[in-house]
């Protein structure tokens, strides 16, 4: 396949007009070599004696002139724009795009390959300055809650109850800020691929039973039940960096669930393809607050915002594209919303 393309790409490479170029100025250089001679020696009827090879040489110079002009032209001019606008990115200027009319092949490329570097590089740089400006927010809330509490513990005349309510929220607000700056280190992880995965066959459906067991505290205190439906699945793949798929799935249908609600979640396989849905029976999500639930920081519900960060969907998204899976959701017509999440095993 590899030689098919390559011969068919082959008459708008560059290999193919620096072959051309290269005959051509062989072949005219022999031509106008024998033209000459002939002109001076039969029809002017002067008699010059010059060596072959600097005739050969005179017309090349003058022919390899004219080539170089052309290459010039059709080759070298693109290249120096593009040299100009690489420096523009190197300044920072990421909205500047090129277009050519050039025929050769590699020109397209490498003119294609320079857009698309610029518009990933702005994108990166549009998603750092929000992620800076968000994760400020985010500190900002907590830690402004703690030195709040911290102050009002400094007033004598509080009642012991009182005192237990500020340590309980500055308590809260630790955990917040604790858990905000795990998630961020661990997105930062998974974003740069610095996390060494190291696959292992593990049941995934007994992963599963255990994130829903670290997650007890909140769901007990709710009066939530389970309903599961888990085939026996093993699964290849990094079993410390999954379980934090499920814990935050599991959390966020914990989260919207009513009191005394119910969470159900099936496990099938079929073929190489695993499926996990997850089902509550909250709310849902607003239809036009469905595409934006992955996204670093969003949270559809601001009446949740205390018990979260927006981080949770975020991780879980880039934790299945490293691992070459996918997560989606959709709301029940029924009430409520089902996480489902594909893998290949």
């Known amino acids: 396949m590899r030689l098919l393309r390559a011969i068919r790409n082959w008459p708008h490479s560059l290999h193919f007009y620096i072959t051309i170029i290269t005959l051509t100025e062989i072949a005219l250089t022999v031509i106008f070599a024998i033209l000459t001679d002939v002109l001076v020696q039969k029809v002017l009827g002067i008699e010059i004696h010059i060596p072959p090879a600097l005739w050969l040489t005179l017309i090349s110079i003058v022919i390899g002139a004219v080539l170089t002009t052309i290459m010039n032209y059709f080759f070298f001019r693109p290249v120096t724009r593009l040299s100009k606008a690489m420096k523009s990115v190197a300044k920072g200027e990421f909205g500047n795009t090129l277009e050519t009319n050039s025929i050769i092949e590699e020109i397209k490329e490498l003119y294609a390959s320079y857009n698309l570097m610029t518009k990933e590089l702005a994108n990166t740089e549009m998603l750092q300055s929000d992620f800076v400006s968000n994760v400020s927010h985010e500190f900002k809330t907590p830690i402004n809650a703690i030195e709040g509490y911290a102050t009002l ?104 669930s009513p009191d005394e609600g119910a969470i159900a979640i099936t496990a099938s396989c079929a073929g190489d393809s695993i499926t996990v849905a997850v089902e509550d029976n909250g709310p849902g999500i607003p239809a036009d607050k469905l595409n934006h639930i992955f996204d670093k920081f969003y949270q559809a519900d601001s009446s949740h915002k205390e018990e979260g960060n927006g981080l949770g969907l975020a991780l879980v998204k880039q934790i299945l594209d490293v691992c070459g899976g996918r997560a989606q959701a959709e709301n029940k017509p029924s009430g409520g919303c089902i996480f489902t999440v594909t893998l290949k095993r």
């Open 153 to 256: 513990l400094q007033d004598g005349s509080l009642t012991e109850e009182e005192k237990n309510k500020y340590v309980h929220k500055i308590l809260h607000n630790t955990r917040r800020v604790s858990d905000l700056v795990g998630n961020i280190l661990l997105l930062s992880k998974v974003d740069n691929q610095a996390i060494q995965t190291k696959p292992v066959n593990y049941r995934l459906d007994e992963q599963i039973r255990q994130a829903i067991l670290l997650l007890e505290e909140k769901w007990s205190s709710k009066g939530i039940d389970f309903d599961l439906e888990l085939d026996e699945i093993e699964y290849y793949g990094n079993e410390s960096i999954m379980l934090h798929v499920w814990t935050n799935i599991i959390d966020n249908a914990v989260k919207f």
